[in-house]
Nanobody, 115 residues
Framework: QVQLVESGGHLVQAGESLRLSCAAS????????MGWYRQAPGKQRELVAT???????NYVDSVKGRFTISRDNAKNTMYLQMNSLKDEDTAVYYC?????????WGQGTLVTVSS
């Protein structure tokens, strides 16, 4: 199995930056996709960005140009650099790992953007 631990969530002011981390451990398959999702209060969980083990990225339109997803395969860690944060970015951010055998979610980390 794979375990995921997110960190980095914090209370920030609008316009500031924050970096989230997701550390994976366990039986990590070399070919996988990791991603960040978020769930705001009263809303459904939505995709933020994904990155394959080969480095191909995908973003939801609302974060393009502000957020950058990356990963360090040697450390089995994925990051989300979030710049120019807005009120509407307030949510619990979850990381997700998918390979041919498993789909695993992290426990979430809270990001609160205050204006």
């Amino acid at each position: 199995q794979v375990q995921l631990v997110e960190s980095g969530g914090h209370l920030v002011q609008a316009g500031e930056s924050l970096r989230l981390s997701c550390a994976a451990s366990g039986s990590i398959f070399s070919i996988n996709v990791m991603g960040w999702y978020r769930q705001a209060p009263g809303k459904q969980r939505e995709l933020v960005a994904t990155i394959t083990s080969g480095g191909i990225t995908n973003y939801v339109d609302s974060v393009k140009g502000r957020f950058t997803i990356s990963r360090d395969n040697a450390k089995n860690t994925m990051y989300l650099q979030m710049n120019s944060l807005k009120d509407e970015d307030t949510a619990v951010y979850y990381c997700k790992y998918t390979d041919r055998f498993f789909t695993v979610w992290g426990q979430g980390t809270l990001v609160t953007v205050s204006s």
